[in-house]
């Protein structure tokens, strides 16, 4: 047992005893990590907001036997941007709520660290419509669960791919849909997805919000629940605020 330090993203926080809290986050070096934080709900802690979801924080730990100890914090981005509106508020608690579910504890993830910060700063910058899904599209990608996309994945066809299928991990052309519980997808969506996971990233956050945006939104969101096997509590509330 010793110190170590390290930089995370406050995924979730909970109550320990009448002054303690612990924080549940994901590091660049040691994946996710659950810790205690002495004294934080006093008036006069040290720690103040620097360990809220959401925060970049730089952090000094203590190993501990079950739990660690935060000793030192210092906030690196409190992503202000995101915590005044409430429609990007609660898209980040879904990008939240998604990579604590996949992540794993002690053990080290950096490109999904990355992935979440960069997720995070996006959506600082531009309220982006397609930047939830993507963000799900990319974490399943990174978690080694990449669609097929370019033939049917039941019968190998390149043309009439207007489906996909969950459990085939993959689209499915028109004949195969039919024999099937495939989700109908536009060929718009499937280019837009296609985009997102070909390395056009960037384009795919560029289109505006409509039909084609909110196909691919759907689909995400069932295949993200598919794979974590429950349901995502942070989407209907980010769902509501984007319909006000």
Not at 3 to 21: A, F, H, N, P
Not at 104 to 112: G, S, T, V
Request: aromatic letters at 6%.
């Amino acid at each position: 047992m010793g110190l170590y330090r390290d930089q995370g993203i406050v995924l979730r926080t909970w109550r320990l005893g009448e002054s303690d809290r612990i924080v549940n986050l994901l590091t660049e070096r040691h994946g996710k990590v659950r810790a205690v934080v002495k004294g934080v709900r006093k008036t006069k802690s040290r720690f103040g907001a620097r360990l809220e979801p959401l925060v970049h924080v730089s952090l000094l730990f203590y190993e501990g036997r079950e739990l660690d100890i935060v000793t030192q914090a210092e906030a690196i981005d409190h992503f202000r941007p995101v915590r005044e509106d409430l429609g990007r508020l609660a898209k980040a608690s879904s990008l939240l709520e998604a990579t604590d579910q996949l992540a794993q504890e002690r053990h080290a993830n950096p490109r999904l660290f990355f992935m979440l910060l960069g997720g995070l700063r996006a959506l600082a910058a531009h309220d982006a419509p397609m930047l939830v899904p993507a963000f799900f599209l990319k974490l399943l990608s990174n978690e080694g669960f990449h669609p097929l996309l370019d033939e049917c994945a039941s019968c190998g066809a390149l043309y009439g791919l207007e489906a996909f299928d969950l459990g085939q991990g993959g689209v499915l052309c028109v004949p195969c849909a039919g024999r099937s519980d495939a989700v109908a997808l536009s060929p718009a969506a499937l280019d837009l997805i296609r985009r997102v996971l070909g390395g056009d990233l960037a384009g795919a956050l560029g289109v505006p919000a409509g039909p084609c945006v909110l196909e691919v939104e759907r689909l995400a969101t069932r295949a993200m629940e598919h794979h974590l096997e429950r349901r995502l509590r942070s989407l209907p509330v980010a769902g509501a605020l984007a319909t006000e």
